[in-house]
């Protein structure tokens, strides 16, 4: 490789990494928390904090009445069914209003329980991951994509520039000066997941290749009777549809429908259930296969007549298509398998790492060597995106244990602390970016000890208590919590000490 080549390859992985480094740490985060996020809702949702099922429940029994009283004819309405991941019933319909709401019921008993009044992390933290809750002509959709793109250029750049890449692996000095060892971090953190964060980066584009690539499909089906993207979700993922009637209807057993499926599925149950035109004699109901049972995201469904329970359409994967909800399945994980999902959230949490410490490298690297405005942005949007994120995360949390009320309003507010916290966080770089880092690092660590204080003070299940019955999930996330106060002091102390070599080692480091 000859010498201007690398330096290219230096400069083009310097530049993509600060120009979307903070994007991209936002991303990664919130896929991290996504690989809990049901296990994170059961913290937030103190009312789901249910046994695990011990059988299939009875929809007929429990959910109909519910949702006939809830939901009336409002078309679809959606019921996702327990799991021991997911103890409660959930039940989705839009209210009169337009908004879409979610209900969770006892499997047991039936019984509604109370509004979490929160989207919890499957509602906010996941869709963040993928879209970042923009929605406008899928800015955020296009957004991420843009950020794939540029991980994979960081990655293919970051390998040519290491020329010690198997030497970096095995590289750690701690006590050096700041820069040095943040130099060290991030090439460790690198190396050490560098196939996940390929793979897992390669995998997020191909999910949304109907999104970024329009033209496979609109070329594909250029002369069907319907619109091509129309006629892609069909033969792709099965979608069916008939109007509504306007006639009215009873709907049949659900219970006869999940046990046809079971035995249509060879033994696979289902997980999700969703009634179109209920109350209406063209009533359909549409199953879909579970994904816990197996790497892909399977697009298996089954469409039955709500009036008969008659099965009137079944869809199975074609060999393309398989391969791309396999390929999904790698990057959502929605199998079941703790130490696997273990090792996701470790893996993200390395790519975390290493966006932040190169980002705090750079920062360290030219902080006396340049200066003025850019340098003050550059700083506020490292460290708010960075320190400040996670510190928006905690702010999250704890909001969901202090605030009053239950609803919609209350899971808005929850979400408005969130950005409150985390523009409060870029403001407080911007203007004071000497030590910020630092100062929110503390913030981070007062802030996790007080989440788990509060879930106690609450609900009365600290971690002993949440072991002791069971709650293997509540004490999971109050866990991570006091790991992430102990880790955030420790940053923040040893951030403190800066060396007397601290300049030569800033001037010194380099990625060769």
């Known amino acids: 490789m000859t010498p201007r080549w690398r330096h290219a390859m230096v400069g083009l992985h310097t530049w993509a990494g600060v120009c979307v480094g903070t994007l991209l740490f936002v991303i990664f985060w919130m896929g991290s928390l996504s690989v809990f996020d049901r296990e994170i809702d059961r913290w937030m949702m103190p009312a789901t904090r249910l046994p695990a099922p011990s059988g299939p ?31 409660a019933i959930e039940l989705r319909y839009t209210d009169a209003q337009g908004e879409p709401v979610r209900r969770h019921i006892d499997p047991a008993s039936g019984a509604l329980l109370p509004e979490a009044g929160s989207l919890g992390a499957s509602g906010f933290f996941f869709p963040f991951h993928f879209r970042l809750h923009l929605r406008f002509a899928d800015i955020g959709y296009w957004l991420v994509g843009v950020a ?25 000095r701690p006590r050096r000066a700041l820069p040095r060892a943040t130099l060290d971090v991030h090439n460790l953190s690198g190396v050490l997941a560098l196939p ?13 290749f109907a999104i970024y690539f329009p033209s496979a499909y609109q070329m594909a089906y250029a002369g069907a009777a319907v619109a091509p ?24 057993s659900l219970d006869a429908m999940l046990a046809t499926a079971r035995d249509t599925w060879q033994g696979r149950e289902a997980y999700f259930v969703r009634v179109w035109h209920p109350g209406d004699a063209a009533a359909y109901v549409e199953l879909r296969r579970s994904v816990a049972e197996g790497i892909p995201m399977n697009v298996d469904r089954l469409v039955f007549d709500g009036a008969s329970g008659r099965l009137l359409h079944r869809h199975k994967a074609q060999p393309v298509m398989a391969v791309q909800r396999f390929i999904a399945g790698l990057h959502f994980i929605q199998f079941r398998h703790g130490l696997l999902r273990a090792l996701y959230f470790v893996a993200g949490l390395a790519g975390c790492v290493m966006i932040a410490s190169g980002l705090l490298f750079w920062l360290a690297a030219r902080r006396r060597r340049a ?21 928006a995360t905690l702010a999250f949390l704890i909001a969901n244990r202090v605030l009053p009320g239950d609803g ?7 979400m408005q602390v969130f950005f409150a916290v985390w523009v409060l966080g870029f403001c407080h770089a911007g203007l004071r970016p000497e030590g910020a880092w630092r100062v929110q690092s503390r913030a981070i660590g007062v802030a996790a000890a007080v989440a788990v204080v509060l879930n106690a003070l609450t609900t009365g299940m600290h971690p002993l ?10 004490a999971g996330v109050d866990g991570v919590l006091l790991l992430t106060a102990a880790l955030a002091w420790g940053v923040a102390r040893r951030g403190g000490r800066q060396p007397a070599s ?11």
Request: proline share 5%.
């Open 229 to 252: 993207r129309a006629a892609f979700d069909r033969d792709a993922f099965g979608t069916w549809q008939r109007p509504a009637s306007g006639q009215p209807g009873q709907l049949a």
């Open 148 to 172: 794939g793109m540029a991980m994979l250029v960081l990655l293919v750049s970051g390998v040519i520039v290491h020329r010690r890449i198997f030497s970096d692996f095995f590289t750690f």
């Open 196 to 208: 996940f964060h390929f793979v897992i980066t390669l995998s997020g584009l191909i999910i949304f």
């Open 465 to 474: 208590a949440a072991m002791a019955g069971g709650q293997w999930a509540v």
């Open 371 to 391: 200066g003025g405005v850019g340098m003050r942005l550059v700083d506020a949007l490292t460290v708010g995106g960075t320190t400040g994120t996670i510190l």
């Open 502 to 512: 601290a300049a030569s080692a800033v001037a010194g480091a380099d990625h060769g």
């Open 57 to 87: 429940p009875s929809l007929d029994a429990t959910v109909l009445p519910v949702a006939a009283r809830l939901a009336g004819g409002a078309s679809p309405w959606t019921i996702v069914l327990p799991s021991a991941r997911v103890p």
């Open 408 to 414: 919609a309003a209350r899971a808005a507010l929850e």
